[in-house]
Structure formats: structure tokens, C-alpha cells
């Protein structure tokens, strides 16, 4: 097994990438939540009708443009980090979207529900230590 | 209700990240989210198909996931999407062959009980 040694300044900027795409989910996940609140209950019954309202909701359509904002991000992690690695770090997003929920959409967060952001912030903080690639070599599949 | 579609969230967003996880990883890395960056992301979208297809997946992830929130507050809806993390893993592991280190066992396996707890 051996650690691919980071190149020079690549750690700031892969630090501030993780940090974009954390956000731009966590904040395009609560601009959802917003749009959603105006609309009816789905049914399966006017499906049409009901994508239409969707599309023409503003918070609907900044909150996806922020998603596919991070749908890239995420596929430029892809580019230099192990999915092993990607995916526990950026459940982040977790914990800020925990918190945003509470500040901006007034929502009861449980103790239960508090007791398990804490624990995936330090499934996070376990995660991030490691690097993000670890390369295997030919003939050494453990 | 919301679990059909917590269940359809969960499959296809599995599919998502692993398939497009396996595509982006033949290309050159891309390090900043730049009008350079976001350009050469574009441009391994329309040429690598597994990461069309992985991003079809997330799609239909993202539908179900607008569907949950009509019928689920956010605080529910968010976490019940990571419920995945577990088999996400399992598959970097078996399908994309990496070295997952006993970190990131771990760090998987609390966040997905972080998860579970949430959900409760």
C-alpha cells in the first residue's frame, strides 16, 4: 500500500472544494425545503400538474441550480479522491444542514436527532485524516 | 408513503456515486470549481457514458428526493438519503477496488449510524 505524497498548494484549494460542495448542498437542500412548503401534498394522480408548479417555483430553481453546482463539484472529487473518501467527508453536510434547518426553517431537531450529527461529525473528522487516495499496487489486492 | 420514497432515493443514488465515481476516475484532476474546471467536468459528462449514467441515476435520485420533501420535513428527508453509505462502501471497495483503510470503515460506519439515529 503505499500514499501518493500531496503536491505543493494542492491541499488548500482541495480543502476549499470540499468546503464549496459541501455547501452548495446543504444550502440548495434548504432552498428545496423552502419552495416545497408552498406546495400541495404529491399524488401520483396529477403528476403533470404538479411538475409544472415545481419548475416555476423560485426557491425550486436557485436551489437547483446550487445542486448541480455540486453535482460537478462532486465530480471533480471524483477526480483525485478514493468515493470511500468523498463520501464520509462530504456527509458534512449533514451537520450544516442540521443546523440550517433549525436557524432558517424553525424545525424541532430532536436531542436523538442532535446525538446523531454528532456522531457523523466524528465519522467525518476519522475520514478526513486519511488520504484522500490511497493507491494500491498491481498484485497487492488485499 | 415516504418510505417508497426514501427506497427509491437510496438505489439510485447508490448507482449515482459509484458509476460516477467509476467514470471521473480515468480523467485528469480537476482541483477548483473555475469556469477551466466546471468545463472540463462538462466536457467528461458527454464523453465518459458511465457518468452520464450515473448522473441519469441521480436524477431520478433527485426527483424522489423533491417527491420526499412534499411529504417529509428536511431534517428527515436529508439524512434518510445517506442511508445508503454502508453498501456505497462496500461497492468502492468490491467494484472500484480501494483501499478502504480502517478510518474509513469506521468514519462510514458512524456516520451511518449517526444516520440511523436521526432517523429515529
Redesign the interface.
Known amino acids: 500500500?503505499k500514499v501518493l505524497p500531496g503536491k505543493a498548494g494542492?491541499n488548500l484549494?482541495?480543502a476549499?472544494?470540499i468546503a464549496?460542495v459541501v455547501m452548495s448542498n446543504s444550502v440548495g437542500?434548504?432552498f428545496?425545503?423552502f419552495g416545497?412548503r408552498n406546495?400541495?401534498?404529491?399524488h401520483f394522480g396529477s403528476v403533470l400538474r404538479y411538475v409544472l408548479l415545481?419548475v416555476s417555483n423560485p426557491w425550486?430553481i436557485v436551489g437547483t441550480a446550487l445542486?448541480i453546482?455540486f453535482?460537478?463539484?462532486?465530480?471533480?472529487l471524483?477526480?483525485?479522491a478514493?468515493?470511500?473518501?468523498?463520501?464520509?467527508v462530504t456527509?458534512s453536510?449533514?451537520i450544516v444542514?442540521?443546523i440550517l434547518?433549525?436557524v432558517f426553517?424553525h424545525?424541532n431537531?430532536s436531542n436523538?436527532?442532535w446525538?446523531?450529527?454528532?456522531?457523523?461529525?466524528?465519522?467525518?473528522?476519522?475520514?478526513a485524516?486519511?488520504p484522500p487516495h490511497?493507491?494500491?499496487p498491481a498484485g497487492d489486492?488485499? | 408513503m415516504k418510505w417508497i420514497f426514501v427506497a427509491l432515493v437510496v438505489v439510485s443514488s447508490t448507482l449515482g456515486?459509484?458509476l460516477?465515481?467509476k467514470g471521473?476516475?480515468r480523467?485528469?484532476?480537476?482541483?477548483?470549481?473555475g469556469p477551466q474546471?466546471?468545463l472540463?467536468?462538462?466536457h467528461?459528462?458527454v464523453t465518459q457514458p458511465l457518468?452520464l449514467i450515473g448522473?441519469l441515476n441521480?436524477a431520478i435520485s433527485?426527483c424522489s428526493?423533491?417527491?420526499l420533501?412534499?411529504?417529509a420535513?428536511?431534517?428527515f428527508?436529508?439524512?434518510a438519503t445517506?442511508a445508503a453509505?454502508i453498501l456505497?462502501?462496500l461497492?468502492?471497495?468490491w467494484y472500484?477496488?480501494?483501499?478502504?483503510?480502517w478510518?474509513?470503515w469506521?468514519?462510514?460506519?458512524?456516520?451511518g449510524?449517526?444516520?440511523?439515529?436521526?432517523?429515529?
Open positions: 500500500m494542492s484549494k482541495h476549499l472544494l464549496a437542500n434548504l428545496l425545503a416545497m406546495m400541495p401534498e404529491f415545481v425550486i445542486l453546482l453535482m460537478i463539484g462532486q465530480l471533480s471524483f477526480t483525485w478514493d468515493l470511500s473518501y468523498v463520501l464520509p456527509a453536510g449533514y444542514t442540521a434547518s433549525r426553517l424545525e431537531v436523538m436527532r446525538t446523531g450529527v454528532v456522531i457523523i461529525a466524528f465519522g467525518v473528522m476519522l475520514v485524516e486519511t490511497v493507491e494500491i489486492q488485499t | 456515486d459509484v460516477s465515481a471521473m476516475k480523467e485528469e484532476e480537476v482541483e477548483s470549481l474546471g466546471i472540463r467536468v462538462l467528461d459528462i457518468v448522473i441521480n433527485f428526493f423533491l417527491a420533501l412534499s411529504v420535513e428536511l431534517s428527508a436529508a439524512p445517506a453509505y456505497k462502501v461497492l468502492a471497495k472500484l477496488g480501494e483501499c478502504v483503510t478510518r474509513r469506521a468514519g462510514a460506519l458512524l456516520v449510524i449517526g444516520v440511523t439515529l436521526v432517523l429515529l
